[in-house]
């Protein structure tokens, strides 16, 4: 079992940065795909940036690539979401992810979940 804790959220303006941060614990974090979703008012949960178990392989929805960028490491098993360039159609709870499997838009919903820290960018 992996438990997931973010951090990092707030209220930026737009064109802004923010990096969320993802502690997991367990010793087994190096074996886990992970990544970020987001959640807006009234909108369904959406993927938002996957990476695989070594890092090797990173997955973005077309709405954030070249402007939001995944990593891990494992060594301290903290995943990390850098959010460039924000735009106010970002704002949303940001959820941290965790699953066995590779995760992306396309595959299942992930087993594991953070507490979803809030974004808000401003126009």
């Known amino acids: 079992q992996v438990q997931l804790v973010e951090s990092g959220g707030g209220l930026v303006q737009a064109g802004g940065s923010l990096r969320l941060s993802c502690a997991a614990s367990?010793?087994?974090?190096?074996?886990?795909?992970m990544g970020w979703f987001r959640q807006a008012p009234g909108e369904e949960r959406e993927f938002v940036a996957g990476?695989?178990?070594?890092?090797?392989?990173?997955y973005y929805a077309d709405s954030v690539q070249g402007r939001f960028t995944i990593s891990r490491d494992n060594a301290k098993n903290m995943v990390y979401l850098q959010m460039n360039s924000l735009k106010p159609e970002d704002t949303a709870l940001y959820y941290c992810?965790?699953?066995?499997?590779?995760?992306?838009?396309?595959?299942?919903?992930?087993?594991?979940w953070g507490q979803g820290p809030q974004v808000t960018v401003s126009s």
């Open positions: 992810a965790a699953d066995r499997a590779i995760i992306h838009a396309t595959t299942r919903l992930p087993t594991y």
């Open positions: 990476i695989s178990w070594s890092g090797g392989n990173t």
């Open positions: 367990g010793r087994t974090f190096s074996t886990y795909a």
